[in-house]
């Protein structure tokens, strides 16, 4: 998919108050500094359209962007960020929650990894809640530069194997690199192809 166009359209932490234009959503979402808005911008080929975690005031907020004037593209607060207190992480947990259970227009959600670290509890628990309750998605494995092709391929290899620990069928996997551009053909066209059916 060519991008032709991507457009801030608005943020607020009320579902309700999203778009109500009935398009095709794609979020995304990971712990803090996974990559998240690195990957939105690889993405969408706009150098500061998400804002990255080093920007002061950051927000947490349900971001959403218009592409191509045909689908969203949802930017998700970072979950598990401790230094926000217990407090601040169970209001942003509710955000999330609110969007990911009540947006049916959200059509797939991707889930960002970082490729260098083992399984974490909060990552799989997260994951382990969405298939609970039936919500699509997908693993985006990000940060594949930072290591040698050989070590991300047996990263992401074990971490499938932690996966099929407890799934019997694994989401679809995709492996990134927002410095070296890596994956965006493979994400856009996963995108194009579900948007089609
Ligand atoms: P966010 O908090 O998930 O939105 O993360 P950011 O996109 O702000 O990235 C966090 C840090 O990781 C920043 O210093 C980025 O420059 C760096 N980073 C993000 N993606 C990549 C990548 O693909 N490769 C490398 N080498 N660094 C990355």
């Given at each position: 998919?060519?991008?032709?166009?991507?457009?801030?359209v608005i943020s607020n932490t009320d579902v309700s108050k999203c778009p109500a234009t009935g398009l095709p959503e794609y979020a995304f979402i990971g712990r803090?500094?996974?990559?998240?808005?690195?990957?939105?911008?690889?993405?969408?080929?706009?150098?500061?359209?998400?804002?990255t975690s080093s920007m002061p005031g950051k927000t947490q907020l349900i971001n959403h962007f218009i592409i191509n004037n045909e689908w969203y593209l949802v930017?998700?607060?970072?979950?598990?960020?401790?230094?926000?207190?217990?407090?601040?992480?169970?209001?942003?947990?509710?955000?999330?929650?609110?969007?990911?259970?009540?947006?049916?227009?959200?059509?797939?959600?991707?889930?960002?990894?970082?490729?260098?670290?083992?399984p974490?509890?909060?990552d799989l628990e997260f994951m382990r809640?969405?298939?609970?309750?039936?919500?699509?998605?997908?693993i985006v494995f990000t940060k594949t530069d930072k290591l040698g092709?050989?070590?991300?391929?047996?990263?992401?290899?074990?971490?499938?194997?932690?996966?099929?620990?407890?799934?019997?069928e694994l989401p679809p996997v995709f492996a990134t690199s927002s410095e070296k551009k890596v994956g965006r053909d493979e994400i856009l066209d996963?995108?194009?192809?579900?948007?089609?059916?």
């Open positions: 998919m060519e991008i032709k166009d991507a457009k801030f803090s500094n996974v990559g998240k808005s690195s990957l939105i911008n690889m993405l969408t080929n706009r150098k500061g359209l998400a804002m930017d998700l607060p970072g979950y598990g960020y401790a230094q926000r207190g217990r407090e601040g992480r169970e209001n942003i947990r509710k955000i999330i929650d609110g969007y990911i259970l009540n947006r049916h227009e959200m059509t797939c959600l991707f889930v960002l990894i970082d490729c260098r670290h083992e974490q509890k909060i809640w969405l298939g609970e309750n039936g919500v699509p998605f997908c092709s050989v070590r991300v391929r047996e990263n992401i290899a074990a971490y499938k194997m932690r996966l099929l620990e407890e799934w019997e996963y995108i194009e192809e579900i948007n089609k059916s």
